[in-house]
């Protein structure tokens, strides 16, 4: 791309991924501290925290909120070692493998909502052991998802993160020769877990410590899965503060912003303890790692964190069929593990609601994610450029750390007081500032996807096109974007599934004025109108599956296609394609 | 005719070449022996107006008497031809060819032109192929042929030849001798492979590191 004036554009996109956060993070940092010029306060005082630590409910809630926030992602963590340790370049986890990226693709509100068909006291697993098997005649009176120990939140968590970390891990497996390794440590003697433990995990770790990261600051603030799926009054400490940030009473804004402030501090203390919990972990290891022993008590942790790991795949995989399987139902019973009459009744009478969510959600999706796949390209473009320039290519320009803010950084941190901002810009409520909070999320994902591939792009075809013919704008499309049609097609699909994906922002960005399938799905979730819920979160699911699927299909075909349909067209008849 | 006079590179704290001097008539090839590193393949990317940043380079660069190498990239009318042919993929072998042709000439002369170079190239039915369709020394042929319908004033060759089978190399070389002659340009070959200057059957320059 012959970029001109690098330095500006580098300054104008460094400034647009930090000035809305650092914007939204000083209109929540000021109300914690009283200071709330639109509710005529203009003092500081710490009024706001003392109200808010005598709330018994405060409490109830960052016991839940560590709870899940700790034990999903080390849950998840564990149990996508334990897959990978299993099944590493075995034949048959190349079929694992393909069933991660649907998973991984669908939005968590649409797997919550399955999860929730699935282990209700009426759902799916209970109906397939009733009556025969226990008895009822009538769901049990169980308290089985949404319960008050967040075990069903956590099961949520992990049906969603072991699925990313176990994607990030086997993208990881490359750097760290693990082939090679494995034949050495087993030349030695050492059996196959034990050398994954003592070997290869403490290599991998490092590696992966920013995805574990995101999962563990994702797993304490998320908001839209604890809706659904999490334990309501007392509610995680994100649904808390969701709810005073929603209260029809504006002085508890103030007690919301002194949470979200707690919040963000949880998060670094969290991630710091994790760290610490690491060093004294590996400290603690380290004499048993070379002691030379092939295999150990410890082995165990692996095997059963398979087991379970394969478990919760199995009912991701329920979770999400249980969706087709409602939408079309007319009469299902209890204790019936099928409908008894089916219809298409639900969708036929759903189809005005889901049109227009559908055109909604697609229309904020393409334009979120065709502006972050031309804002990644210019940064792309603008590091590669600063990587040629120097003698000693330095690994890390500006943008490689600016894009993990967001994403590192607590929606509920600094969304409310973003919202403050965008009244003030009179942009509340617009289409317009959705997709501009959706382009927050969304780039990071198209940027990292598109990285890789751009880099290792060769300039040589493009300085050969250049030199043929000198258009170096026409040439950096038909030349170089086109010969990156996969991956610029695999990261539209993972930005568009993360737009697809995002409850708060649309919520906030909004205010309820513009529903998509994820937020409409969302509310319903609790309203106990399956039939309903599982028609929208069955298209919630469907659309980034088909996105993903279109990717993979259409850049291998595409020059076979345009040159068929060129030849048919043409008087040429010596046309054979 | 293209001359280059007291042509000196260096890095920051290295000087690779100094002071070469050569000029190459129409028609004929120059070719370029040295060892690896030395910076042969800078020199091509200093006449063809692509240095590397990290690389300073000074020198004059005369073409039919006009000075080259202050001109801009898109002026410059340069042939480059390198290890890889660097086909568009995406493109097939005709699209290719259409590629380079001048845009001033109209759509039915372009056509015949690159057609006419099918012909030349034994391989009318490759039309509608797929680079990774052709072997390694019809991908060379085609990337020859590509850069010769762009018109260029001068040729640069950069290793062309190293990529192919010995059996093969013989009958590419043949035929890009045989068409550098045709268009009648100056053409300077960098290379490893003796046999690939005796071949090309114009002078050769055996550069020695600097110092």
């Known amino acids: ?577 | 005719m293209l001359s280059v006079n007291a042509f000196t590179l260096s890095t920051k704290n290295k000087v690779l070449i100094k002071d070469l001097s050569f000029t190459i008539e129409k028609g004929q090839v120059l070719s370029l022996m040295g060892p690896s590193g030395i910076g042969k393949s800078s020199l091509l990317h200093y006449l063809s107006g692509t240095l590397s940043p990290t690389l300073t380079a000074t020198g004059n660069v005369l073409l039919d008497n006009n000075t080259l190498h202050n001109q801009s990239i898109q002026s410059r009318k340069v042939g480059l031809l390198q290890q890889m042919p660097l086909l568009f993929p995406h493109m097939s072998i005709l699209e290719n060819l259409l590629f380079a042709i001048p845009p001033e000439i109209k759509k039915q002369e372009r056509q015949d032109l690159a057609y006419q170079a099918l012909e030349k190239l034994n391989m009318p039915d490759k039309a509608h192929s797929l680079p990774k369709q052709l072997s390694g020394g019809q991908q060379a042929r085609v990337a020859l042929l590509r850069t010769l319908l762009a018109k260029p004033d001068f040729l640069l060759l950069d290793e062309p030849f190293s990529k192919l089978d010995p059996a093969l190399r013989r009958d590419v070389r043949t035929f890009v001798l045989a068409e550098i002659r045709h268009a009648n340009i100056p053409a300077l070959l960098v290379t490893h492979d003796a046999e690939d200057a005796k071949a090309m059957e114009g002078k050769c320059l055996e550069i020695e590191a600097a110092e």
């Open chain 1, 1 to 577: 791309m012959p970029l001109k004036h690098t330095k500006w554009i580098t300054v104008f996109i460094a400034l647009f991924l930090v000035l809305p956060i650092f914007m939204g993070l000083i209109g929540t940092l000021l109300p914690a501290f009283q200071f709330f010029p639109p509710l005529g306060e203009y003092t500081f005082s710490l009024d706001p925290w003392r109200n808010m630590l005598a709330q018994g409910e405060f409490y109830a809630s960052l016991k839940l909120t560590l709870i899940s926030g700790i034990g999903g992602p080390l849950l998840s963590l564990w149990l996508a070692l334990s897959l990978l340790a299993w099944g590493y370049q075995r034949p048959f986890f190349k079929k694992i493998e393909a069933f991660l990226s649907p998973i991984l693709a669908i939005p968590h509100a649409a797997i919550a909502i399955g999860l929730l068909f699935l282990l209700s006291p009426s759902g799916w697993l209970i109906r397939l052991f009733s009556p025969w098997l226990t008895g009822f005649e009538r769901p049990p009176n169980w308290i089985t998802v949404q319960d008050p120990y967040s075990l069903s939140l956590i099961f949520a968590l992990v049906i969603k993160e072991m699925p990313y970390l176990l994607f990030v891990m086997m993208a990881a497996m490359k750097s760290i020769q693990a082939r090679e390794t494995i034949q050495a440590c087993q030349a030695l003697g050492y059996g196959r877990l034990t050398l994954w433990r003592k070997v290869l995990i403490p290599q991998l770790y490092p590696i992966i410590r920013l995805p574990i990261f995101i999962v563990i600051a994702f797993s304490l603030t998320v908001v839209d899965l604890a809706l659904v799926i999490g334990p309501n009054t007392p509610s995680t400490l994100a649904i808390t503060l969701y709810r005073w940030f929603n209260d029809p009473d504006l002085s508890m804004r103030l007690m919301g912003s002194a949470g979200a402030v707690f919040l963000m501090l949880v998060i670094v203390f969290t991630l710091a303890g994790w760290e610490i919990m690491h060093k004294l972990l590996s400290h603690l290891t380290r004499y048993e790692r070379s002691n030379g022993r092939r295999c150990g008590f410890s082995d165990n942790l692996l095997g059963s964190g398979v087991v379970l790991g394969l478990i919760t795949l199995l009912s991701a995989f329920a979770a999400l069929l249980l969706l087709p399987l409602w939408s079309v139902a007319k009469r299902w019973r209890f204790p019936d593990a099928l409908p008894s009459t089916w219809t298409w009744n639900n969708i036929e009478r759903a189809t005005p609601l889901l049109l227009e969510l559908a055109s909604n959600t697609l229309i904020i999706a393409v334009i979120a994610t065709l502006i972050a796949g031309v804002f990644s390209l210019i940064m792309l473009e603008i590091k590669r450029l600063s990587c040629a320039k120097s003698a000693t290519p330095s690994e890390h320009h500006a943008f490689d750390w600016l894009i993990y803010v967001p994403i590192l950084l607590p929606q509920i941190g600094f969304l409310f007081g973003l919202h403050v901002l965008l009244i003030y810009l009179d942009l509340n409520g617009s289409l317009c500032a959705i997709i501009a909070l959706h382009l927050m999320y969304v780039l990071p994902y198209v940027y990292l996807t598109l990285k890789g591939p751009y880099l290792a792009y060769n300039e040589q075809y493009l300085q050969q096109a250049n030199r043929l013919n000198y258009y170096p704008w026409r040439h950096y499309v038909t030349i170089k974007l086109a010969m990156l049609k996969p991956a610029l097609f695999t990261a539209f699909a993972m930005g568009f599934s993360v737009s697809i994906a995002q409850y708060l922002p649309t919520l906030i960005a909004g205010e309820g004025r513009h529903s998509t399938l994820t937020t409409e799905a969302v509310a319903l979730a609790a309203s106990g109108d399956r039939k309903k819920v599982g028609s929208m979160a069955l298209l919630q699911a469907l659309f980034p599956v088909i996105v993903f699927w279109f990717a993979q299909v259409i850049p291998s075909r595409w020059t076979k296609w345009r040159l068929t349909i060129k030849c048919f067209f043409s008087k040429d008849k010596k046309c054979s394609a």
